[in-house]
């Protein structure tokens, strides 16, 4: 793997690798201990998490929409797509991330429905996350708490994405702590300064990658263009 001469060390003073989380290795060893060293045992746990990423995907496409059709529609899109089947067969995050992204969809659909259960499917869910991959997991767990927090319809689940909240922490943050998670390169984005950087950037800088118009490249410059203008959109998107 590479990294940068002037990255952290990849391992601590005791020899033991604290660059990222240690769960997809812990997969890929009981992998090959089973089944022995080969390409095919490195990519099987992963695989198999991508199979239940779809199968997960039709009950939390159902709770979201509330149209059976459309949940097996886009359960039938992720199915056939090749950019999903190429990245489901990587001994990497991608797999672990994605089924601990649906996970935490459907856990916070319960918890905006006042359901209990919600708080603990979403504890395990990003629980999961960080040791899949602990830079996703920052903002996978401020996405759906800024939802229930600050939308006034959700008063009466706060209390379950608080408790969730709370309880994640206490089982995450010795590893934050032991592998020193905040201290990664910006580059990397595996660390809460770093995300705070280039959300930053995105935000309020000048130019940006993907959007190109008269406001500037950001956000904000196209929002500010949009209302200025007469011809609400001469935007090209890329």
Known sequence: QWVREDSPPTRNHAGIWVWNTWFSLYLAAASFKILGVSTFSARLPFALAGLLSLLLSLPVFRKI???????????????????????????????????????????????????????????????????????????????????????????????????????TALLCLPSVFYQKAWSRPPERLQSLD????????????????????????NPVGVARSYFRRKDRWPYNIR
């Open 194 to 217: 770093a995300a705070w950087s280039h959300l930053k950037v995105f935000l309020l800088a000048p130019q940006g990658p993907q959007l190109q118009g008269p406001g500037g490249h």
């Open 65 to 167: 929409t509330k149209d059976p059709f459309t949940a097996a529609l886009g359960a039938g899109l992720m199915a056939t797509s090749v950019p999903y089947l190429l990245y489901m067969r990587q001994c990497h995050y991608y797999p672990l991330t994605t089924l601990g992204s649906l996970g935490l969809l459907y856990a916070t659909w319960c918890i905006q429905e006042g359901q209990a259960k919600g708080a603990a499917l979403f504890c395990g869910s990003l629980t999961f996350l960080f040791h899949s991959f602990f830079a996703f997991s920052y903002a996978a767990a401020l996405a759906p708490a800024a939802w229930i927090f600050l939308w006034p319809g959700h008063r009466h689940s706060r209390r379950y994405q608080a408790a969730a909240l709370a309880a």
